[in-house]
């Protein structure tokens, strides 16, 4: 019971890697908080956590509202009486080529994306020096190598990057943890979700999602990640390779990138 009594908050944590944080953590003796737009997927994702024994506290709240946020954190360290650590989970993806993306669609990501990180962080941050506990962002390898028809996701990962990075070396002699955890393709529900140019959801993933890494697996490198406090971790094979290249020649990454996403389903270039 590696985090036994230690609370847990994590936003956006009704599906996919939050929802696999919360069952990670848990099951390690967290006491789990999540957050959700969906009253229903709340409800289901609670009563799983409750079968596993896991002490949780549901909260339905918006990560791209400022007072939801707040309200998140008051209402998780009243019910709790501290909070140790907060998982920057919820997100929402994007496709589209930006000559065609309506402005809208790009607030609505970096709103929730990056604002719902700042606001959460805001909010939980001074329960979390008190207890010197971890500040954590899910992030992407596109916080590090931008893909095309993907900018305002891209854009709002390297943002959360640079919050991150900054907030840790405010916090670094305070005995608060940050890490960044950029996870490669995930098979989860985000590209499903993901908006097309109008704000409209994409439905289907373009992508091969039985090839990937699973949520499970990513919240497993969460966990460890956590627990040895380290700084950043890149995920996957594939991502770690691209971030590498990216560092060293960038300008051959841009045809690499540019070609491997052509070949997509349904890409926007064809």
Wanted: contains cysteine.
């Amino acid at each position: 019971m590696k985090f036994k009594d230690k609370v847990v908050l994590i936003t956006g944590a009704t599906s996919g890697i939050g929802k696999a944080c919360a069952m990670a953590f848990g099951e390690e003796g967290a006491k789990v908080a999540i957050t959700g737009r969906s009253q229903a997927n709340l409800d289901n994702t609670l009563v799983l956590l409750q079968k596993k024994g896991i002490d949780c506290l549901g909260i339905l709240a918006e990560a791209s509202s400022e007072e939801d946020n707040k309200m998140m954190a008051e209402k998780v360290s009243s019910h709790f009486g501290k909070i140790d650590i907060l998982i920057n989970n919820a997100g929402i993806s994007m496709r589209a080529l930006f000559e065609e993306l309506d402005t809208k669609v790009f607030h609505e990501v970096m709103n929730i994306n990056f604002w719902g990180t700042v606001y959460a962080t805001k909010y939980c941050l001074p329960e979390i020096l008190k207890s010197k506990g971890s500040v954590i962002g899910v992030s992407s390898i596109n916080g590090f190598r931008g893909t095309p028809a993907r900018t305002a996701y891209t854009a709002s990962k390297f943002a959360m990057n640079g919050f991150m990075e900054s907030l840790r070396t405010e916090v670094m002699k305070r005995g608060v943890h940050v890490l960044v955890a950029c996870p490669g393709f995930t098979a989860s529900n985000i590209r499903n979700k993901a908006l097309t140019a109008d704000g409209s959801s994409q439905g289907e993933s373009p992508r091969n999602e039985t090839a990937m890494m699973t949520a499970e697996e990513v919240a497993a490198h969460i966990l460890k990640a956590t627990l040895k406090k380290k700084r950043d971790i890149v995920l996957t094979r594939e991502g770690k390779l691209a971030v590498f290249l990216n560092k060293w020649i960038p300008g051959i990454m841009d045809g690499i990138v540019y070609n491997h996403m052509a070949k997509e389903a349904d890409s926007p270039f064809k």
